[in-house]
């Protein structure tokens, strides 16, 4: 348990081994934490949990902290199981306890666990009060699930965010002034382009909305990741920007190749690009990291695609980041394809 603000503690665990999430489609080169926090004043309220494998080790240290039975309340800003995993083992030590969490969260909580818990519905706007300190709710649905909230602690002046404004990034130290910016940044990046890309519209909103409330926020802490407590709001005004149809006016030239030709094509249209001042960046999609591509990509103004022909089609490698590209739904970035012909050229 380690005090972070005013009767706001720490007491999340640190995952230095995991290089997969979301099963096998996310790349944590550098780990990631779940960050859950306790507030304690009058009453003790726990905000989150931890993945499901660590839960045994959080509820030890629970209890060796303070007690599970001191505590008053459990509030859960989302369900999903990084976030919500032990809340089953924790409710079986202290099943009358209340949950706040949104409309959505409850309807999940009881399609996940299955259980008749003490289910307390929150929208934005609606507090808890706890002596010396309020929580605080807002509602961020699509951030990036539909029950996603974040909780305010006023008096503290700190917004636990959840997955809002995150990174997967194991660090010993747990705030934005104590780490390397470059790998701080690098990794809120790639957390917004491979996560949060799909929602932006949603992130524009929600920033507004939470400006038009007039919280001062003097730390945010997200579920994930660096805690940010030297000026806070340096993420908010980044995810604005990213949320923006965010490029840096570069292109990216992706490609696999069977026998070289397509990688010839691929380096011949950087060449080109380089000849008209258009800085760009060149990778083979069979050999890359697809989720450190699509971080690339979220950069670019302008993203150009190639593949071999292959079975009338194109390499697996190649479809498989164009499904990703789908999905995130990338605006306001110029697109081309090539290929090398093969037997019949279905490739482009």
């Not at 380690?2 to 080169?29: A, M, P, Q």
């Not at 993420?235 to 292109?251: F, H, R, S």
Request: aromatic share 10%; charged share 20%.
């Amino acid at each position: 348990m380690i005090k972070i603000k005013d009767s706001v503690y720490w007491v999340g665990v640190k995952d230095w081994e995991i290089r997969r999430f979301h099963g096998e489609e996310y790349t944590t080169h550098r780990g990631s934490t779940y960050n859950s926090y306790l507030i304690m004043d009058k009453k003790t309220v726990l905000v989150d949990t931890v993945w499901t494998p660590f839960h045994e080790g959080f509820l030890e240290d629970l209890e060796k902290d303070i007690g599970l039975g001191n505590i008053s309340a459990v509030v859960v800003n989302h369900t999903e199981q990084d976030h919500a995993g032990s809340l089953a083992y924790l409710m079986e030590k202290i099943p009358e306890t209340p949950i706040y969490c949104t409309k959505n969260g409850a309807m999940m909580i009881k399609k996940h666990f299955h259980k008749d818990w003490n289910l307390n519905v929150v929208k934005t706007g609606d507090s808890v009060d706890l002596g010396d300190n309020r929580l605080i709710f807002v509602e961020t649905p699509m951030l990036h699930w539909p029950d996603n909230m974040a909780t305010y602690v006023s008096g503290a002046n700190v917004l636990l965010s959840n997955d809002a404004f995150g990174q997967h990034y194991a660090s010993p130290y747990l705030f934005n002034d104590q780490v390397d910016q470059g790998e701080l940044f690098q990794e809120a990046m790639k957390y917004y382009a491979n996560i949060l890309t799909p929602f932006s519209k949603f992130v524009k909103a929600k920033i507004k909305e939470i400006a038009g409330l007039n919280l001062p926020i003097e730390m945010i802490c997200p579920s994930h990741g660096i805690i940010w407590r030297e000026n806070p709001m340096q993420i908010v005004e980044k995810y604005d920007q990213w949320a923006g149809d965010y490029n840096e006016g570069t292109a990216i030239v992706l490609y696999d190749s069977m026998w070289g030709a397509t990688k010839k094509m691929a380096l011949a249209i950087a060449r080109g690009l380089g000849s008209r001042g258009v800085g760009a960046r060149v990778f083979n999609i069979g050999k890359c990291d697809r989720n450190d591509l699509i971080t690339d990509i979220f950069r670019s103004r302008g993203v150009i695609i190639g593949s071999s022909t292959i079975n009338k089609g194109i390499l697996s490698s190649t479809a498989a980041l164009l499904e990703v590209i789908k999905g995130l739904q990338f605006k306001n970035k110029i697109a081309a394809s090539f290929g090398s012909y093969g037997w019949s050229g279905e490739s482009i």
